[in-house]
């Protein structure tokens, strides 16, 4: 959601553990992101930022429908929250913990910070929200809220460098190097628009995909996973088709076929570039390795 432009982030690790307890933060701002694996809960309750106002997001297991699933809360003392999520939920493996350096951050700030985040994950659409109510918008006045929204940017790009995108969007706006590439899908109630990306393949809003799933994958996890993302709201029924509610990502161009056509499809047939030329073809078959000599050691 935010302009990306050079920044220098460190990242701390209190027990030396790259896949323990990580302290991320950037060098000029004042926000800190913990990621805290569940196993070392008890490690962070001990630590001093525990006791502080935060906003947290509790990451884990995949969805049906094959997005990570995120829980997004909010507390006065974030310490006793997770430990009372670590008693009641079942489904996640790690908490993401956003506060303040100079402990800074109030009820009101972390408020709107819970609902400005579930707002915006939902508009991203990587992940499942397991608390997909955000409710009203928090009065906040306009100084607290303009703090906010630098808070949000800060902590969505070290949630992200942190490998964890919630906010990042699946498909980048233009840039000076050209305009997004386009590939469509159609087929028989079928009309479908996405784009390939380095994460797997993005059906665009607004793509329609035919309502029944064919004899050949009922009772499969093919048809599990296009009942999930009408559990989701990633895609509705609208005059007998699945109309797409939002841009989804999917793990490959086949999956992604599938969903819209209702059927196994190979994606990189399917999906098609406007002047008629496959997947395959555009980005599979152009790629070559250096035709440079290999020079034997001497």
């Given at each position: 959601?935010?302009?990306h432009?050079?920044?220098t982030i460190?990242?701390?690790?209190?027990?030396?553990?790259?896949r323990?307890?990580?302290?991320?933060?950037?060098?000029?701002?004042?926000?800190?992101?913990?990621?805290?694996?569940?196993n070392q809960?008890?490690?962070?309750?001990?630590?001093?930022?525990?006791q502080?106002?935060?906003?947290?997001?509790?990451?884990?297991?995949l969805?049906?429908?094959?997005?990570p699933?995120?829980?997004i809360?909010?507390s006065?003392?974030?310490?006793?929250?997770?430990?009372?999520?670590?008693?009641?939920?079942?489904?996640?493996?790690?908490?993401?913990?956003v506060?303040?350096?100079?402990?800074?951050?109030?009820?009101?700030?972390?408020?709107?910070?819970?609902?400005f985040?579930?707002?915006?994950?939902?508009?991203?659409?990587?992940?499942?929200?397991?608390?997909?109510?955000?409710?009203?918008?928090?009065?906040?006045?306009a100084?607290?809220?303009?703090?906010?929204?630098?808070?949000?940017?800060?902590?969505a790009?070290?949630?992200a460098?942190?490998?964890?995108?919630?906010?990042?969007?699946?498909?980048n706006?233009?840039?000076?190097?050209?305009?997004?590439?386009?590939?469509?899908?159609?087929?028989?109630?079928?009309d479908?628009?996405?784009?390939?990306?380095?994460?797997?393949?993005?059906?665009?809003?607004?793509?329609?995909?035919?309502?029944?799933?064919?004899?050949?994958?009922?009772?499969?996890?093919?048809?599990?996973?296009?009942?999930?993302?009408?559990?989701?709201?990633?895609?509705?029924?609208?005059d007998?088709?699945?109309?797409?509610?939002?841009?989804?990502?999917?793990?490959?161009?086949?999956?992604a076929?599938?969903?819209?056509?209702?059927?196994?499809?190979?994606?990189?047939?399917?999906?098609k570039?406007?002047?008629?030329?496959?997947?395959?073809?555009?980005?599979?078959?152009?790629?070559?390795?250096?035709?440079?000599?290999?020079?034997?050691?001497?």
């Amino acid at each position: 959601m935010s302009t990306h432009r050079p920044q220098t982030i460190q990242i701390f690790l209190p027990a030396g553990d790259p896949r323990g307890v990580r302290v991320a933060e950037i060098t000029t701002r004042i926000v800190r992101v913990i990621e805290v694996p569940r196993n070392q809960l008890a490690d962070f309750v001990n630590m001093p930022e525990a006791q502080q106002v935060g906003v947290y997001f509790l990451v884990g297991e995949l969805s049906e429908g094959g997005l990570p699933r995120v829980y997004i809360g909010q507390s006065g003392n974030v310490g006793v929250r997770l430990t009372q999520h670590n008693q009641g939920k079942d489904f996640w493996s790690r908490a993401m913990v956003v506060i303040s350096l100079t402990n800074s951050m109030t009820q009101t700030h972390a408020l709107f910070l819970e609902w400005f985040s579930l707002q915006q994950a939902t508009l991203a659409g990587r992940y499942s929200l397991e608390n997909s109510t955000s409710g009203a918008r928090p009065h906040t006045p306009a100084p607290l809220e303009a703090d906010c929204l630098e808070i949000h940017e800060t902590a969505a790009t070290l949630l992200a460098t942190l490998g964890q995108p919630i906010f990042e969007p699946l498909i980048n706006a233009p840039t000076s190097e050209g305009a997004q590439e386009w590939f469509y899908c159609k087929g028989s109630d079928a009309d479908g628009v996405g784009a390939y990306t380095s994460e797997g393949f993005v059906v665009h809003k607004g793509s329609r995909g035919r309502a029944a799933s064919v004899a050949s994958i009922q009772g499969t996890a093919n048809e599990r996973l296009r009942q999930q993302l009408l559990t989701e709201g990633v895609v509705a029924l609208q005059d007998g088709m699945l109309v797409f509610n939002r841009d989804h990502l999917f793990s490959s161009p086949s999956t992604a076929a599938m969903a819209v056509m209702g059927r196994s499809a190979n994606g990189w047939v399917e999906w098609k570039a406007a002047n008629g030329k496959t997947l395959h073809e555009l980005k599979r078959t152009n790629v070559h390795a250096s035709e440079q000599p290999i020079l034997s050691p001497k």
